[in-house]
């Protein structure tokens, strides 16, 4: 007897073409968690207008990022994969959940008062209630596991308490979910400055690899890559250069810091970063060609995205009309 598994659900925001420690980080467990649950992905087009956005480069990020997610192994008849904003309800229960949210406790949001320092000219009233929107996408589909970065765990934290605050009031409404934490997750961090994330808003760009980096281009940005002085491949604390390269190389190779010591006992540091640059490049190689035959099929990523949006509405539908009964709309 096949029991009910437990439902995942996470989000990406379109807004960059994902790095290697996105990829090595979040989205290659998103293609794993496939296996053990009913998991629900969606593309965050919603999310990314608090940020001023450029039309048509949005608009192409989503088409880029819904492919990518496929190319990466995200199967859209197993799972839901959809974009936000292909379903109506995101916006619906979050005007509702707005009103169970208070201002404090989104005043508090770090990453709040993070853009609103980085954007003093555009505090919109959207990159305050954001943590709202992404409460209503995880509440929405009723999920048990949330699998997020350190970065939003804040966020999934007033998801959790709008959720009990909401349950409260009006019996249970909502799952209470959890974060997701995987027990193995890779930290990449830049490649230039090994202390930080990588992160593709890196003004260097040879900080950071994208997941559509040519072979060259990722094989000349790991040789660049920052060490230490010392010329011994060997995972020692304080390293983080070297360590971050040793990461990146089990993650993509499978081998442990043991193995990889070995592998390149006696050699030095520029030998191992031509092997991470290759071994990357050999790892991205099959996503890379599987995303350029599918971005060159729009039809067939726009029917994608349409089953995805239905499955995605059908499966929300139920809990939207609960909370509009819960709080006395008429529904008819
Ligand atoms: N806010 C998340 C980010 O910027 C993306 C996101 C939107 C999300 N909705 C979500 C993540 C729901 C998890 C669950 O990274």
Redesign the pocket.
């Known amino acids: 007897m096949e029991e009910t598994r437990k439902k995942i ?5 379109p807004t960059n073409t994902p790095t290697l420690g996105n990829y090595l980080g979040a989205l290659s467990n998103w293609v794993k968690l496939q296996e053990d649950y009913d998991c629900t992905y ?1 593309i ?1 087009d ?2 990314s207008i608090t940020v001023r956005q450029e039309p048509a480069q949005l608009r192409k990020q989503v088409y880029e990022s819904y492919a990518l997610l496929i190319a990466m192994g995200v199967d859209p008849q197993r799972s839901v994969a959809f974009v ?1 904003s292909h379903n109506c309800q995101h916006a619906e229960l979050s005007w509702v959940l707005s009103c169970f949210t208070q201002f404090g406790e989104l005043s508090r949001m770090t ?1 709040f008062k993070d853009k609103s320092a980085k954007h003093p000219e555009n505090i919109n009233a959207g990159l305050f209630t ?2 709202v ?3 209503a ?2 509440l929405l589909y009723q ?1 048990d596991l ?4 350190i ?2 765990k804040q ?2 934290e007033l ?1 959790r308490n709008v959720a009990i605050r909401f349950n409260n009031i009006y019996g249970d409404v909502f799952v209470v979910p959890d974060a997701y934490i995987p027990k193995t997750t890779a930290k990449i961090a830049s490649l230039q400055d090994p202390t930080k994330k990588m992160s593709k808003s890196d003004e260097n760009p040879n900080a950071s690899i994208s997941v559509l980096d040519d072979r060259d281009t990722i094989i000349r940005k790991f040789k660049r890559a920052v060490t230490d002085s010392d010329s011994r491949v060997v995972y020692a604390p304080g390293k983080d250069g070297i360590n971050n390269l040793m990461s990146i190389y089990g993650a993509v190779t499978g081998r442990t810091y043991e193995e990889t010591e070995k592998e390149f006992d006696g050699k030095g540091y520029g030998e191992f970063k031509l092997a991470v640059g290759e071994a990357v490049a050999d790892k991205l190689a099959p996503i890379q060609e599987e995303y350029a035959r599918l971005s060159a099929d729009k039809k067939y990523i726009e029917q994608c995205m349409r089953e995805g949006a239905e499955k995605a509405y059908k499966s929300s539908r139920r809990t939207l009309q609960k909370v509009y009964k819960k709080v006395g709309f008429a529904v008819i």
């Open positions: 659900l996470s989000g990406i925001q969606c965050a919603l999310h936000q990453q954001y943590p929107l992404m409460a996408d995880i999920a949330v699998p997020v970065g970065d939003q966020h999934l998801a």
